[in-house]
């Protein structure tokens, strides 16, 4: 424990393009060992994540590259646990890998606006169905809550056009486990504490300085 008369010290921040490779690094932690975990404590095998561009899911800011600014078009992530000894697959229909979190996903299908052309609209729903259809999870997590925000970030119009993509049978298997994207948003882990403590003792001598006579 740091005694109480030590006054605050600043720190200097590393540039930014360093602070982004460790913040990568960081959320690659995160998703590989902390998501499993939670999926499993809350009884899900597959979280699905769907958001417009400027609409973002809050758990959105937890699993993008530190390089991105933003969700892209209409962009899906589906997290989808395979079973205990096997990596959490991690899947991209549309918004990139966020520097290899997800595997940018396209179907075999040809696309009729060429093969390389970026999935938009219905596109992106039939693919998605083919996801939940070869994988056939028991359980489907969606992030939607009326009582906790972060727990709330599929939008009104994207869970509209994500019930006609499932159908009935693959509805009937969605669960909204608000603790899921509560709980992986706070979740820290013990290397991120360092930096988190230098963080906070800039911030206060920061604090400290502003509100003193010196200013």
């Known amino acids: 424990n740091v005694p109480e008369n030590v006054p605050p010290r600043m720190h200097a921040l590393p ?3 360093e ?6 690094e960081w959320a690659n932690q995160r998703v590989r060992e902390v998501i499993p975990m939670l999926m499993r404590e809350h009884g899900v095998d597959m979280w699905i994540l769907s958001m417009r561009e400027y609409e973002e899911d809050p758990v959105f800011w937890a699993i993008k590259a530190p390089t991105t600014f933003a969700a892209r ?6 997290f989808y646990d395979r079973g205990p000894g096997q990596e959490l697959e991690r899947l991209a229909l549309g918004g990139g890998s966020q520097g290899g979190l997800f595997q940018a996903y396209r179907s075999n299908r040809p696309s009729p606006r ?3 052309a970026e999935l938009v609209g219905d596109e992106q729903w039939r693919l998605l169905l083919e996801v939940v259809e ?3 999870p028991s359980a489907i997590a969606v992030n939607i809550d009326e009582h906790w925000a972060c727990a709330d970030g599929l939008g009104a119009g994207e869970w509209e056009a994500l019930q006609r993509a499932l159908g009935p049978d693959y509805l009937s298997r969605v669960k909204r486990p608000p603790r899921l994207a509560v709980e992986f ?3 820290r882990l013990p ?3 360092p930096e988190y403590r230098r963080r906070e003792e800039t911030v206060h001598a920061i604090i400290s300085q502003a509100f003193s006579n010196a200013v």
């Open 19 to 24: 602070q982004a490779v460790v913040e990568q």
């Open 191 to 193: 290397e991120m504490m």
């Open 15 to 17: 540039p930014l393009r």
């Open 185 to 187: 948003i706070a979740h």
């Open 73 to 78: 078009r209409r962009s899906i992530y589906v």
């Open 114 to 116: 060429g093969e390389n």
């Open 134 to 136: 070869d994988r056939d």
